[in-house]
């Protein structure tokens, strides 16, 4: 997708915590192959999907999904408190697991199949970020630790999506 079509995040509405969770929503919904339009309004009462939300989260998927592509986690820029730049991290985390565990309230086959080909680990990994306190003292070894995070973070997404079987939805 050309990025001039492709909604800006910061043109996004709601605040960076807002904005986070709806990633993890999207990227969890993106590696279950399944359409973020069908699943909005079940996830997202408040907020309607409009078409710069749809146009970000087919973004946000071709980004998961492509091999030319590089999935970017969508968070505060560098020169923010690393706090907040923290609770971003978890927001994202704690909404793909929870998008997760809706679907498969949902939908027993998928959740039988991402029981069988899921990377268990990738989503223990997501369920301890999540809990990781936003309280730092902001240290060089506070912000390379949070960058290692992010990293492993945007590449288990992709892992992730690699792993789990085309299934019908």
Same mark, same amino acid.
């Given at each position: 997708?050309?990025?001039?079509?492709?909604?800006?995040?910061?043109?996004?509405?709601?605040?960076?915590?807002?904005?986070?969770?709806?990633?993890?929503?999207?990227?969890?919904?993106?590696?279950?192959?399944?359409?973020?339009?069908?699943?909005?309004?079940?996830?997202?009462? $408040?907020?309607? /999907? #409009?078409?710069?939300?749809?146009?970000?989260?087919?973004?946000?998927? &071709? !980004?998961?999904?492509? *091999?030319?592509?590089?999935?970017?986690?969508?968070?505060?820029?560098?020169?923010?408190?690393?706090?907040?730049?923290?609770?971003?991290?978890?927001?994202?985390?704690?909404?793909?697991?929870?998008?997760?565990?809706?679907?498969?309230?949902?939908?027993?086959?998928?959740?039988?199949?991402?029981?069988?080909?899921?990377?268990? $680990?990738?989503? /223990? #990994?997501?369920?301890?970020?999540?809990?990781?306190?936003?309280?730092? &003292? !902001?240290?060089?070894? *506070?912000?390379?630790?949070?960058?290692?995070?992010?990293?492993?973070?945007?590449?288990?997404?992709?892992?992730?999506?690699?792993?789990?079987?085309?299934?019908?939805?």
């Amino acid at each position: 997708m050309n990025v001039s079509h492709t909604a800006q995040a910061t043109d996004l509405p709601g605040s960076d915590l807002e904005r986070s969770t709806w990633q993890g929503q999207v990227a969890a919904l993106s590696c279950l192959g399944l359409c973020p339009g069908h699943y909005w309004s079940q996830l997202n009462p $408040e907020q309607p /999907y #409009d078409d710069q939300l749809k146009a970000w989260a087919e973004h946000t998927d &071709e !980004q998961i999904r492509s *091999d030319d592509a590089e999935f970017a986690l969508l968070l505060p820029d560098d020169d923010m408190h690393l706090a907040l730049r923290i609770g971003c991290l978890r927001a994202f985390c704690q909404a793909f697991v929870d998008t997760m565990a809706h679907i498969a309230s949902l939908d027993p086959p998928r959740a039988e199949a991402f029981a069988r080909h899921t990377p268990g $680990e990738i989503l /223990y #990994d997501m369920i301890e970020i999540s809990k990781i306190s936003p309280h730092t &003292e !902001q240290t060089d070894a *506070d912000e390379r630790d949070f960058m290692e995070l992010t990293e492993y973070l945007r590449v288990a997404v992709r892992v992730f999506a690699l792993n789990y079987p085309s299934i019908s939805s």
